[in-house]
Structure formats: structure tokens, C-alpha cells
T-cell receptor, first 116, second 110 residues
Framework: EAGVAQSPRYKIIEKRQSVAFWCNPI?????LYWYQQILGQGPKLLIQ????????DSQLPKDRFSAERLKGVDSTLKIQPAKLEDSAVYLC??????????????FGPGTRLTVL | GQQVMQIPQYQHVQEGEDFTTYCNSS?????IQWYKQRPGGHPVFLIQ?????EVKKQKRLTFQFGEAKKNSSLHITATQTTDVGTYFC??????????FGKGTRLSVIA
């Protein structure tokens, strides 16, 4: 089966510019996650969707970050305006369910963002 | 909030030596997952542990979940160069989202 798709793979922008990332999860996976991974650290959850509803966005900097999953399938994450500290890899993951024995997460290749 | 700590941060071993990484949570966990991330790659799921005291094996990898469900370990027997990467534990506590540790970066010297 096809894995989690993300685009673009790399993005370089200047601070205060805007950027958007796209994710298409594994077919049939109801739960979609966006993570931020700063170099040398573990993934940090930004937002979790169950179908097209938000389950958790407590760590999403809502003054500059936004995300949507309008039809419960693919999703976009936007940063506007970007700051230097947003430089990181943005990982999208999906799972069949959010809990129980089927909640292993499948990660996409990530988007490496550099903010200059 | 829930915190997941891993030690050591880095480990360098000679090929053939054993390797262990430890994971500790500030809260009791519902379950714990382990992921491996190769250099330049993305995290890949290895295993999930659910029961207190659970031990699972995958070839040379042995995973343990503590009796109190607050700690876990991953042990690799006779490391190979293919084991290189960063190993993350990640835990669920109740209905909270999965929280990842900072990982242990393993280097294997041939």
C-alpha cells in the first residue's frame, strides 16, 4: 500500500514569509498528525485530526500556525508569518485509529523547512 | 504535562556489542511505542507495549515495559551497522496524545 505522502520535501523561505505543507495519509486512516521535529529532538505534536475534526491542538502556535483537513483525507499546515525558530522538519503521520491496538503511526518523509 | 525522558542521548558501540536505551515517564502510561529513525529518514514504528511487565522480542531486539508502567527499555544484542539510527520511545497517558522522548542516537563502529 502507498505510504504517507508529503510535499514539498524541502522549502527555504525568509522570515515573515508564508509557507504551506501538504499531506496525504494512508488510505483509510482516520487519524492524521502534524509534528515538528527540531534537529536533535523527538517529534513534537502540533495538531491531531480525527477525520475532519481537531482532537488536540494544544501545542500549535495558533497566532502563526494553522491546519485544516476539510474532507477528512488530505491536510495542509500553514505558517504565516514564519520565524527563524520555525526551522525544522515537519512530519505528517497517520494511523488507523487514535487508540487501542491499531494506533501505530506511519510517518511521511517530512518537509525540511529553513527560515533565513 | 507529561514528560518522557530517554537515556543515554548518544551511544557509540563496536559492531557486535550490545546496546540498551532507557525510557522514563513522569506519569503512568497506557502504552508505550518504540520508533527508529535512520539518519535523514523518518520515524518507523517498531513495537507497542501495553501490559505491565510485558516483554517482547523482535530478532535481536528486546523491549520491556516496567511493572509500574512508567519506564521501558530497548536492548539490542550483537549490534550491526544496520542498527544505526535514533531510537525514540513515545508514550500515551490516558487520552493524551503520544509524547516522544528526545531519542538515543546509536552509532555502530565496524
Amino acid at each position: 500500500e502507498a505510504g504517507v505522502a508529503q510535499s514539498p520535501r524541502y522549502k527555504i523561505i525568509e522570515k515573515r514569509q508564508s509557507v504551506a505543507f501538504w499531506c496525504n495519509p494512508i488510505s483509510g486512516h482516520a487519524t492524521l498528525y502534524w509534528y515538528q521535529q527540531i534537529l536533535g529532538q523527538g517529534p513534537k505534536l502540533l495538531i491531531q485530526f480525527q477525520n475532519n475534526g481537531v482532537v488536540d491542538d494544544s501545542q500549535l502556535p495558533k497566532d502563526r500556525f494553522s491546519a485544516e483537513r476539510l474532507k477528512g483525507v488530505d491536510s495542509t499546515l500553514k505558517i504565516q508569518p514564519a520565524k527563524l525558530e520555525d526551522s525544522a522538519v515537519y512530519l505528517c503521520a497517520s494511523s488507523f485509529l487514535a487508540g487501542g491496538p491499531y494506533n501505530e503511526q506511519f510517518f511521511g518523509p517530512g518537509t525540511r523547512l529553513t527560515v533565513l | 504535562g507529561q514528560q518522557v525522558m530517554q537515556i543515554p542521548q548518544y551511544q557509540h558501540v563496536q559492531e557486535g556489542e550490545d546496546f540498551t536505551t532507557y525510557c522514563n515517564s513522569s506519569t503512568t502510561l497506557s502504552n508505550i511505542q518504540w520508533y527508529k529513525q535512520r539518519p535523514g529518514g523518518h520515524p518507523v514504528f517498531l513495537i507497542q507495549l501495553v501490559k505491565s511487565g510485558e516483554v517482547k522480542k523482535q530478532k535481536r531486539l528486546t523491549f520491556q515495559f516496567g511493572e509500574a508502567k512508567k519506564n521501558s527499555s530497548l536492548h539490542i544484542t550483537a549490534t550491526q551497522t544496520t542498527d544505526v539510527g535514533t531510537y525514540f520511545c513515545a508514550g500515551h497517558s490516558g487520552n493524551t496524545p503520544l509524547v516522544f522522548g528526545k531519542g538515543t542516537r546509536l552509532s555502530v563502529i565496524a
